[in-house]
């Protein structure tokens, strides 16, 4: 007697639903790349503190609880991911009771983590709406331009730490950098604009800058020009 092949998760979007969770009704990611511009745009424009350090942990964890309800995440997920991202500024808190160069390097490191978790998020609510909808959509596009700057906003508290970490300059002009000149480099880094007011010091360094770049540019070329290649509509092609 032949046995039927049992099928994939990735056959089934029901299945693939149910193993990541992603069971309740889908939202827009384009609330979760606003929320990413905001992100970056306040990075850019404020001086680094403690205080500013603890809005950007409290603004990426509400990134990454928006990109999970956008994925249409269980409530249980939500809730428990609520709880461990409600935990993670609760620990960033302690630098400004407490502000020295650990609790700095801390906050960058719940940071991170929060970067990191998001296209988690954003990567399956992708994967839920090709199986469930059979096409590419401007959401899927709105999903590419997030991961896209996740990458820089990634790479610039990975630089960073690098600093905190390494106890040398990142930077050949600049002793001490700050959040907002960190990531001011990796999006110029990332985009290979190349202004040249800012080069790292290290080998590590200019290493993880170079990785930063050709990430950048293999992600446009690749996967943001195949989503928008492909970007359908209910009635057809996008224009």
Do not use: W
């Amino acid at each position: 007697m032949t046995q039927r092949p049992r099928k994939s998760p990735l056959e089934n979007p029901g299945r693939l639903a149910r193993s990541l969770n992603l069971t309740a009704p889908r939202h827009s990611f384009a609330i979760v790349f606003a929320l990413i511009v905001v992100t970056v745009i306040f990075q850019l424009s404020v001086h680094d503190t403690e205080l500013t350090r603890l809005i950007r942990v409290i603004l990426q964890a509400v990134v990454a609880i928006t990109a999970l309800r956008a994925a249409g995440a269980h409530v249980r997920l939500l809730r428990g991911s609520l709880i461990v991202v409600s935990v993670m500024v609760a620990v960033a808190c302690v630098g400004l009771v407490v502000p020295s160069e650990l609790t700095t390097i801390v906050q960058r490191i719940m940071l991170l983590a929060l970067i990191a978790l998001t296209p988690v998020a954003i990567l399956g609510g992708v994967v839920r709406e090709l199986r469930e909808d059979r096409r590419v959509t401007v959401e899927t596009v709105y999903c590419g331009l997030c991961i896209y700057l996740l990458f820089g906003t990634g790479f610039a508290v990975l630089f960073a730490a690098i600093e905190d970490i390494g106890n040398s300059p990142f930077f050949t002009t600049v002793t001490n950098g700050t959040s907002s000149e960190f990531l001011y480099y990796s999006l110029a880094t990332l985009t290979t604009t190349g202004y040249g007011d800012f080069v790292a010091a290290t080998e590590f360094g200019r290493a993880m800058s170079v990785t930063e770049a050709l990430i950048g540019q293999m992600y446009l070329v690749t996967v943001l020009a195949v989503i928008v290649s492909n970007v359908r509509g209910r009635g057809g092609l996008v224009n």
